[in-house]
């Protein structure tokens, strides 16, 4: 016979106004309860699991930016300076990236441009049929927020 207790979670903070977190209430099965008996790992699992859905929904309010479609360097960078303002959280920016086409990988102590001991988010992509246009794009940043974007293009010859 399995006993289910009922924990009551406070109000978690709104996070974005997008996600109201109000009278939630986690039924927990008393097997798992008793590793943490006050429920705090369940209220922190579900903080953590608010914060993560409401970037998604951020990213997937914003105004679509089909970055499919670019021939034009400048405007590709545009856009995505746009969409990849400096200030914006690594992982955000990371979504963003993958979620238009982009490969992304993290650099330590890489090289970009001749600039040697960088630490970047290096995004790639690769446009076309025969004749490609590659996009790379070096996001730098402290560790959290993006601090700088640049961007180098070239056509790829088969």
Known sequence: RSLTQIYRIPKLPQVLDIIPAQDLECKLNARH?????????????????????????????????KTEEVASPKEMQAMIEKAVPKGMALDMAKVFMEGEGFVCEEVKGGI????????FLHCKREDGQM????WEFALMHDGRTVSDLEMRSALVYP
């Open 131 to 134: 004749i490609k246009r590659r």
């Open 112 to 119: 970009w441009k001749g600039r040697k001991g960088l630490n």
């Open 33 to 65: 309860s008793m590793s943490d008996p006050t429920g705090q790992s369940s209220v922190n699992r579900l903080k953590y699991f608010s914060v993560i859905i409401s970037g998604a929904l951020l990213i997937s309010c914003e105004e679509a930016h």
